[in-house]
């Protein structure tokens, strides 16, 4: 089971981070990622970690956002840098086991211009 959570309204140029917790034992995590899907549009991939610390962004997020996890407490990051309203949409963690996928319930970030 996973819980999102960090989402919110900030203004542009501004800053959040979400945090994505994963019940029960993450030692056999694959990896896990962020998506985003705004209004009307397609859910896209923002970042990507593996389970060796590999790390890959979507073009319009690189350079701004930071994927990261702590294994201590089962949680994986995104650190959210010079937001803009194009940033808005609501976000959702997914996390890879051997043989199994699972998604959180999407948290909303709203940015203002």
């Known amino acids: 089971q996973l819980q999102a959570f960090g989402g919110g309204l900030v203004q542009a140029g501004g800053s959040l981070r979400l945090s994505c917790v994963i019940s029960g034992s993450t030692l056999s995590l694959n990896s896990a990622a962020w998506y985003r899907q705004p209004p009307g549009k397609q859910r896209d991939l923002v970042a990507h970690?593996?389970?060796?610390?590999?790390?890959n962004y979507g073009d319009s997020v690189k350079g701004r956002f930071t994927i990261s996890r702590d294994n201590a407490k089962n949680t994986v990051f995104l650190h959210m840098n010079s937001l803009t309203p194009e940033d808005t949409a609501v976000y959702y963690c997914?996390?890879?086991?051997?043989?199994?996928?699972?998604w959180g319930q999407g948290t909303q970030v709203t940015v203002s211009s």
């Open positions: 997914k996390v890879v086991f051997p043989g199994a996928t699972y």
């Open positions: 970690i593996t389970n060796g610390g590999n790390t």
